[in-house]
């Protein structure tokens, strides 16, 4: 079975300054990781995937995220951030190249100005 | 195609009453996902179809839920003799192949 945890329900941060969304998750084999973002009342936009290859992900909007298999996580990272960066954020694995994804719960980031 | 188009956006029902939401995924995808998203909670999944085979179905999809994809095109998604419990947000989306999943904005569903 697959799963995913994100242990902070939100994270605050001033704007400029690094951003870290964490990310842990359980697959029973190599594992295909997502990031998500949503802002109120849309649906979820693509932020970055981790299918093989290297750890370290860049995707849109200046957001990375880094593969670490030892510690089984995939935490999202933004070097500057900025207001406009405030939203949902959600983590998703699947366990095959096809099929459904399982969600984390979310990350309520506020960035403040 | 911009993208993948949920209708309506809002609906409000009365206990009781049936539901039928649509769902026209990006057209050159194969893979049409449904899910349900509550206030706070992260998207759980429904249903999943390639082209118009419906491939797995959540334990979460009661027999009260069906959906159906024609054609392997637009889906809908039924709920019948709707409960309070069934207010949420449905969310639909499509890829192709193992790329990431296309999400369309969502139907809010209110059961009152």
């Known amino acids: 079975a697959q799963s995913v945890a994100q242990p902070e329900d939100q994270v605050n941060v001033a704007e400029g300054n690094p951003l870290t969304v964490k990310c842990t998750y359980s697959?029973?084999?190599?594992?295909?990781l997502f990031w998500y973002v949503q802002y109120p009342n849309r649906g979820l936009q693509f932020l970055l995937k981790y299918i093989t290859g290297d750890n370290l992900v860049k995707g849109s909007y200046g957001f990375e995220a880094e593969f670490n298999k030892s510690q089984t996580s995939f935490h999202l990272k933004k070097p500057s951030a900025l207001v406009s960066d405030s939203a949902l954020y959600f983590c998703?694995?699947?366990?095959?190249?096809?099929?459904?994804?399982?969600f984390g719960a979310g990350t309520q980031v506020v960035v403040t100005p | 195609d911009t993208g993948v188009s949920q209708d309506p956006r809002h609906k409000i029902t009365k206990r009781g009453q049936n539901v039928t939401f649509r769902c026209d995924p990006i057209s050159e995808h194969n893979r049409l996902y449904w899910y349900r998203q509550t206030l706070g909670q992260g998207p759980e999944f429904l249903t999943y179809?390639?082209?118009?085979?419906?491939?797995?179905k959540s334990r979460l999809l009661s027999d009260r839920f069906s959906a159906e994809r024609p054609k392997g095109s637009f889906s809908t998604l039924e709920i019948q003799r709707t409960e309070q419990g069934d207010s949420a947000m449905y969310l639909c989306a499509s890829s192709f192949a193992d790329y990431g999943y296309t999400f369309g904005s969502g139907t809010r569903l209110t059961v009152v």
């Open positions: 179809f390639q082209n118009e085979a419906q491939l797995e």
């Open positions: 697959v029973s084999g190599n594992p295909y």
């Open positions: 998703a694995v699947r366990e095959h190249s096809w099929g459904k994804l399982q």
